[in-house]
């Protein structure tokens, strides 16, 4: 029966228009979700173009090195590859400044939190007269993505901006749509003229002709590029379409780079020069000691059949299957020990020499200590400091000292970092020894001084000691803290065993507080009454310090 014989009764009307509202919520939600996902998705590539930016770099770093120590054989090839790299920054420029203006001409002011620190930060005038100031506006993208948009979702915007208002007309040049397509179809043709007789792909970057799909009115059709890419987008997604074409602009000249560059066959430069290399167990020995190293051909077959001479003495050894020799010789002297000499490598044309050379040093035992913190030791509190001796393993040192106890640092993974705690102030003596070839040698001692940890100071707030402060702010903070000032050491918690309170002209006794350093209903009912220029007075605060010492503190707070 239709609806004009049978109309919609109050109650069905209002059912249908509860039904119409639910509908919208859905809608709404949807949106939500689908903008966060955007925002997601934008946010990621930004950071993956970071990578393959990263990428793109090492392939010319590796181009350039080849360069230099190949100019000839790089020659021309090098060169192209700097022009592709020119030709791919501008295009990335102009298609990262499309994106700016776009997000500037939308959002004229960024509004976010700093991540950091949880404040508000405002970007004022993005845009002033039409014109984005697209280096704040690239800041902001830096700082914290695209979520600070507030027009994430205005379809209309986001097409006129790029397709006009009328009908997409593909031969306006005043439309960006096709302003983007201009400069990457000039890019590739730019490439092409560059890579004469090469045969080269830009995949991502077709942007000829009019058979892209659209869907217009959800049917599918085919058309130009620029509407395929723009026509009823959301902005966020445009900006996300933007982001990709800078990460297809870097793909195309990876490729494009690493073309050239294997096209000079480029791993063949590793063999080009052959360099002699010495691997020394220790450049630093302890006299009595041997003196240690490994000295081999770079890059060399491994199955080489190699000959040494080392301060014209020839080496004795087996070199099948390292490539190297096994070099040890005896450390008698003190101080800097050169060597020079020749390794010999049998090669089709004959045995050619390359010369190597070296020093090492030849030292005493020692040992070094070093204070994590400063130059002497606290009593009472956990002293961390470090040990260690010049080519010996952390786990055959070993450290003792006249009083107080050593123990392994909890925190040091790796081993040579320890705590000292002494109960009394006098002078220490550590004394280290090391474990070398199965013996304890004595590698030293070290004498220091040992010092009472100093007084800690009353902070109120941001506010040291005396100080003037508002009373709200006073009643605010509702007591005070006891801390150590300039003092690195880690420390337990100092404890307030009693602090007396008064305020100048209130007419009332001292309020007596006891194991705590917060102030009580009776303390904040007078600072309530507080005047500006009256003084508050906390005295006779009493805190133990982990040594076991006592301290008294003062301060007087002048109400603001």
Not at 108 to 130: P, W
Not at 292 to 301: C, G, N, R, S, W
Not at 472 to 478: D, S, T, Y
Request: proline fraction near 4%.
């Amino acid at each position: 029966m239709g609806a004009t014989n049978c109309p919609e009764t109050p109650r069905q009307k209002m059912i249908s228009m509860m039904y119409l509202v639910y509908l919208a919520l859905l809608a709404l939600n949807v949106s939500a979700m689908l903008l966060n996902s955007f925002i997601t998705v934008s946010d990621t590539m930004d950071k993956s173009n970071l990578a393959v930016m990263g990428k793109v770099e090492d392939t010319y770093t590796k181009f350039a090195n080849f360069a230099t120590t190949n100019p000839e054989k790089a020659g021309d090839h090098y060169k192209k590859a700097l022009e592709v790299k020119r030709l791919s920054e501008e295009l990335r420029d102009y298609i990262d400044s499309i994106k700016y203006d776009f997000i500037g001409q939308l959002e004229k002011v960024a509004e976010y939190h700093d991540t950091a620190t949880g404040e508000k930060v405002k970007e004022n005038l993005l845009r002033e007269d039409g014109v984005v100031d697209i280096a704040k506006v690239k800041g902001v993208i830096g700082a914290v993505g695209v979520g600070f948009m507030k027009q994430l979702s205005a379809d209309a915007a986001a097409q006129n901006h790029f397709l006009g208002s009328g009908e997409f007309d593909p031969s306006n040049e005043d439309l960006r749509s096709v302003q983007i397509r201009k400069h990457i179809e000039k890019y590739k043709a730019d490439v092409r003229a560059l890579l004469s007789g090469i045969e080269v792909e830009f995949p991502g970057l077709d942007v000829e002709g009019e058979n892209f799909t659209l869907n217009v009115h959800g049917k599918a059709q085919k058309g130009a590029w620029e509407r395929h890419i723009f026509e009823s987008n959301i902005p966020v997604a445009d900006v996300v379409l933007l982001t990709r074409l800078t990460t297809d602009i870097m793909n195309c000249e990876f490729d494009l780079a690493n073309m050239l560059y294997k096209a000079v066959n480029a791993d063949d430069f590793k063999f080009d020069q052959v360099r002699a290399r010495v691997i020394p167990k220790a450049t630093t020995v302890m006299q009595g000691d041997n003196y240690e190293a490994d000295i081999f051909v770079a890059a060399y077959d491994s199955k080489a059949d190699l000959r040494v001479k080392v301060n014209g003495k020839e080496i004795v050894g087996d070199a099948a299957d390292s490539g190297s020799v096994h070099w040890v010789v005896g450390t008698g002297g003190l101080g800097a020990q050169k060597y020079s000499g020749e390794i010999y490598v049998k090669k089709e044309s004959g045995e050619v020499a390359y010369p190597f050379s070296g020093e090492y040093f030849v030292t005493m035992p020692s040992a070094v200590i070093s204070l994590t913190n400063m130059n002497v030791i606290y009593a009472g509190i956990d002293n961390p400091f470090s040990v260690s001796v010049p080519g010996v393993n952390s786990k055959d040192v070993f450290v003792t000292a006249s009083a107080g106890t050593i123990r392994p640092n909890p925190d040091d993974k790796s081993g040579g970092s320890y705590l000292i705690n002494v109960t009394k102030v006098a002078p220490i003596t550590m004394t280290v020894e090391a474990n070398i070839d199965g013996k304890r040698k004595k590698m030293g001692e070290f004498k220091y001084r040992c010092k009472s940890i100093p007084a800690p100071i009353l902070k109120f707030g941001k506010n040291e000691g005396n100080c003037s402060m508002k009373p709200e702010e006073l009643k605010a903070i509702g007591g005070f803290k006891v801390a150590m000032k300039d003092f690195e050491f880690k420390i337990p918690p100092l404890k307030v065993t009693s602090f007396s309170f008064n305020m100048q002209g209130s007419g009332k006794s001292d309020v007596q507080i006891r194991n705590t350093d917060r102030f009580d209903p009776e303390i904040r009912s007078m600072l309530d009454k507080a005047r500006r220029g009256q003084k508050v007075y906390i005295d006779d605060v009493k805190v133990k310090t982990p040594d076991g010492r006592t301290h008294t503190l003062n301060a007087t707070v002048k109400m603001l």
